[in-house]
């Protein structure tokens, strides 16, 4: 099984600031099977990022996606107030078909 | 644009089963091809049950480490899929989400329903 491990476990910065989240897979990922949620404290995940680098609809583009192989990233360009929240990596794969990293919770400082 | 409801019993017995329905509306379930079950244990991270397919013969896909407690179930006619989890213990206390699958990804996701596995 293909463990998925995110760094930090949690991040704190300023809005306007930028936030690089990291999700490390213990084998590679093919790039279209990689992709990032969104999950405020009593709300659903939100689809952000989809085949690595791939906007979901309706989402801005401070919201980027990039890497390759094992070595995946979220950058959050300029953070907004909204965008403090807990993000997660997903991989779709074999047994389980998706599984999750552990989640970055993205606070205030 | 697509809307997901989950309902069911809040509260269930220690070795009972957990009943979920996921209603779709706002399009026909079977405009998606696949639609899943994720939970959520409270204060933890995810992880995806199961989903099923609509096309052909209905086939679903589990979670090995569920597989042998997990029924997923689709009715087209009531455009609604379903979810059964029996032999429940307090480990499967969680909020349960339904989702449709996107690009090998959870597109559409439903606002959940926490389910209290106590006697």
């Known amino acids: 099984e293909i463990v998925l491990t995110q760094s930090p476990d949690t991040l704190s910065l300023s809005p306007g600031e930028r936030a690089t989240l990291s999700c490390r897979a213990s084998?590679?990922?093919?790039?279209?099977?990689l992709a990032w949620y969104q999950q405020k404290p009593g709300q659903a995940p939100r689809l952000l990022i989809y085949?690595?680098?791939n906007r979901a609809t309706g989402i801005p583009d401070r919201f980027s996606g990039s890497g390759s192989g094992t070595d995946f990233t979220l950058t959050i360009s300029r953070l907004e107030p909204e965008d403090f929240a807990v993000y997660y990596c997903?991989?779709?794969?074999?047994?389980?078909?998706?599984?999750f990293g552990q989640g970055t919770k993205l606070d205030i400082k | 644009q697509v809307h997901l409801q989950e309902s069911g019993p809040g509260l269930v017995k220690p070795s009972g089963t957990l009943s979920l329905t996921c209603a779709v509306s706002g399009g026909s379930i079977s405009s998606s091809n696949w639609w899943s079950w994720v939970r959520q244990p409270p204060g933890k991270g995810l992880e995806w049950i199961g989903q099923?397919?609509?096309?052909?013969?209905?086939?679903?896909t589990y979670n090995p480490s569920l597989k042998s407690r997990v029924t997923i179930s689709v009715d087209t006619s009531k455009n609604q899929f379903s979810l059964k989890l029996n032999s429940v213990t307090a480990a499967d206390t969680a909020v349960y989400y339904c989702?449709?699958?996107?690009?090998?990804?959870?597109?559409?996701w439903g606002q959940g329903t926490l389910v209290t596995v106590s006697s």
């Open positions: 989702a449709r699958n996107g690009d090998w990804s959870l597109e559409y």
């Open positions: 084998q590679s990922v093919s790039s279209n099977f």
């Open positions: 099923i397919y609509l096309g052909g013969s209905g086939s679903t």
């Open positions: 997903q991989r779709f794969g074999t047994s389980p078909l998706y599984s």
């Open positions: 085949g690595t680098s």
